[in-house]
């Protein structure tokens, strides 16, 4: 795991600073009420209310599970369970914080025997089944409204649609690699000509001035991605499903114990865009941005405006102030979990550059 440089404990505080400023202002300011009015609001969450969103918390992290041992056969639920609250945790911590979950990710399944071609493959797919996932919720939204007489702002229309195309031209790209081996070889081609010299020049230490085999890197994990895609496409997909499932069920219970109630159409449209807004890296997970455009969507529905602000800060706490300590709880269940030495470290003894201890 990298160590924390002057520049990312900058970026994090500028990250936090930021967010504190649009919860602390801009969202009163969008709901046109005061922290008082909020702080009455919050009255209509009990303690029996509370626990019952972190079993669904809960519920919905374990769903999870599903697609990340999909993507990367061999690990178990437990492990994934772990893997993904304390990545969860580390990028919670800094704006586009995605960088410090996969470092995350590739640490610990490193130290539980993973080979490095395995968790790339696997850090490629899940990766495009979230984005996947992150903008057909929008679509899904605006399907959903037509059910209704409201309608989505149109700059939140237009960004939903825009977000759907976004998604559209990744899959078919994702596609295209999976199923045209020439297609790969056309692009292994040009890294090896164009790209691998650079890396090569680039480099330090013992490999200085070697040239990486790039395109037999592409043509392997292309490979690696259509095996696992057709094996894991099922439990990947369900376990999203189950994922965005179980978390809309507790941004509905959250809203109904706080008295807004809107019909279940609007409610969707508006956890999907805040779904969406999460992925705006300016915040640690979107903070601030993802309750205060939740709010403007809900304040144009007629929703209360003190309810619905107390609701989407709520919900932003179980969904992501929530994983910190969650996260603290997985780093430690990591380190008191069994180690392996993984089979393509040199320290392994079926690695043909290990050299036996005497």
């Known amino acids: 795991m990298p160590k924390p440089t002057w520049r990312t404990v900058l970026s994090a505080m500028a990250g936090i600073s930021l967010a504190a400023v649009l919860i602390i202002w801009v969202l009163p300011w969008v709901g046109g009420v005061t922290w008082h ?30 697609t990340l041992t999909g993507s990367l056969p061999g690990l178990s639920h437990v492990r994934a369970l772990i893997m993904n609250v304390s990545g969860s945790a580390a990028g919670n911590l800094l704006p586009g914080g995605g960088a410090a979950g996969v470092a995350t990710t590739y640490l610990m399944a490193r130290s539980w025997g993973f080979v490095r071609r395995e968790i790339s493959t696997s850090i490629i797919v899940s990766g495009v089944w979230n984005v996947l996932a992150r903008v057909a919720l929008p679509l899904l939204g605006i399907a959903a409204l037509s059910l209704s007489e409201d309608a989505l702002p149109k700059a939140v229309r237009r960004a939903a649609w825009w977000g759907g195309i976004s998604g559209l031209l990744l899959l078919t790209a994702f596609i295209a690699i999976l199923v045209s081996p020439k297609l790969t070889m056309v692009v292994a081609g040009w890294l090896d000509r164009w790209i691998a010299p650079l890396f090569g020049r680039l480099r330090r230490g013992k490999k200085k001035g070697q040239v990486p085999a790039l395109g037999e890197l592409v043509v392997d994990q292309r490979a690696r991605m259509a095996s696992v895609t057709r094996t894991g496409w099922l439990p990947m997909t369900l376990g999203l499903v189950g994922f965005m499932g179980v978390y809309f069920i507790l941004f509905w219970r959250v809203f109904n114990a706080l008295g807004v109630n809107l019909p279940w159409v609007n409610l969707f449209a508006a956890y999907a865009i805040g779904r969406l807004l999460t992925a705006v890296g300016v915040t640690p997970g979107g903070v601030g941005i993802t309750e205060t455009g939740t709010l403007a969507v809900l304040k144009a529905w007629g929703a209360d405006p003190a309810a619905a602000a107390a609701g989407v800060l709520v919900f932003g706490f179980f969904t992501h102030i929530l994983e910190l300590p969650l996260g603290a709880v997985g780093w430690l269940a990591w380190w008191k979990s069994p180690k392996e030495i993984p089979i393509d470290h040199t320290d ?9 201890a005497t």
């Not at 919050?42 to 969103?53: K, N």
């Open 37 to 66: 009015e909020i702080f009455d609001a919050f009255r209509g969450i009990g303690w029996l209310t509370c626990l019952e969103l972190f079993g669904l918390v809960v519920l919905g992290l374990w769903c999870y599970t599903f």
């Open 348 to 356: 392994h003894p079926d690695h043909p550059d290990h050299v036996p």
